[in-house]
């Protein structure tokens, strides 16, 4: 077993020490990242992410690596040491690889979506989530939600697609004028063709992603990853049989969504009744 290393900063970006710690013991255990993976249950990539310090294990990742590799305890120890997110834990994982991604697919059940979010409705949406908060704290939040925005800056990555649930557009979100806003960035957003956006009607009824909402990241070098979120609480899966069955749930409420067409002119027509005295 190689002697651990304090990954500290003045020798090298804590996530490369500790993806380096990683390396070093899975070869002294004669692991491929393929092996690796299957005792981790995840997929090698994802091995092979944390190896060049891209991505950050969970602890629950770092408990595995435990059992696999260190006895002593490394995994979790140092856990600690790798740049800390500006995200919940529960999160950071997700916003890191959408960062990434050169696909993400979106089912929306009641919130905009982070990434297209105006900045006057993710304030409200701030100011809605918790009873006590300063000004400073409530500006720190939108300028992070904000910054998620920034990945829709380059025209071609990622491609985006958008299923919205209509309560999505019926819910008032920071007032009516905020609303409009919010409404009009989106048909903005579809009719320059950064991205495309279905709206999901109530008359539909029962559909197969009713209960979450739902992200699917595809990656130019991994495995499709999905994600879905409750209330301070997320979860990302790599698991193929998990991210197919949601795969398919997400496809199921497409094809039962209106078409973009016809998305886009429900979407202008409740912008406009927004806008109305």
């Known amino acids: 077993m190689a002697r651990p290393r304090d990954p500290r900063p003045d020798a090298k970006p804590p996530g490369e020490a500790y993806g380096e710690e990683l390396r070093i013991r899975r070869k002294a255990a004669d692991m491929t990242q393929e092996e ?35 006895p002593d305890g490394f995994f979790t120890r140092f856990l600690g040491t790798l740049e800390t997110s500006k995200y919940p834990d529960y999160f950071a994982a997700a916003a890191e690889a959408e960062q990434q991604a050169t696909s993400i697919e979106e089912y929306a059940l009641a919130l905009v979506p982070g990434v297209l979010q105006t900045e006057g409705y993710a304030r409200a949406v701030f100011e809605a989530m918790g009873k006590n908060h300063t000004q400073q704290m409530l500006d ?27 309560t999505v557009l019926r819910t008032v979100v920071g007032g009516r004028s905020v609303m409009a806003g919010q409404l009009r960035h989106i048909a903005a957003l579809a009719r320059a063709g950064r991205i495309r956006a279905q709206v999901l009607p109530h008359a539909e009824g029962a559909h197969a992603t009713m209960e979450s909402m739902l992200s699917l990241m595809r990656f130019a070098d991994s495995p499709e990853l999905a994600y879905v979120e409750g209330l301070h609480s997320g979860v990302l899966m790599d698991d193929p049989l998990k991210v197919r069955k949601c795969r398919d749930a997400y496809d199921l409420a497409r094809g039962a969504a209106l078409s973009p067409a016809v998305s886009l002119k429900i979407i202008d027509q409740v912008a406009e009744e927004y806008e109305q005295p």
């Not at 994802?46 to 435990?66: F, S, Y």
């Not at 720190?140 to 209509?166: S, Y």
């Open 36 to 70: 690796l993976g299957e005792v981790v249950r995840c997929h090698a990539s994802l091995i092979a992410h944390w190896e060049v310090g891209r991505r950050k294990p969970t602890l629950d990742d770092a408990k595995l690596l435990n059992r696999a590799l260190g």
């Open 140 to 166: 720190d939040e939108v300028v992070k939600r904000i910054e998620r925005t920034r990945l829709l800056n380059d025209p071609t990555r990622p491609t985006c697609w958008f299923v919205l649930n209509e």
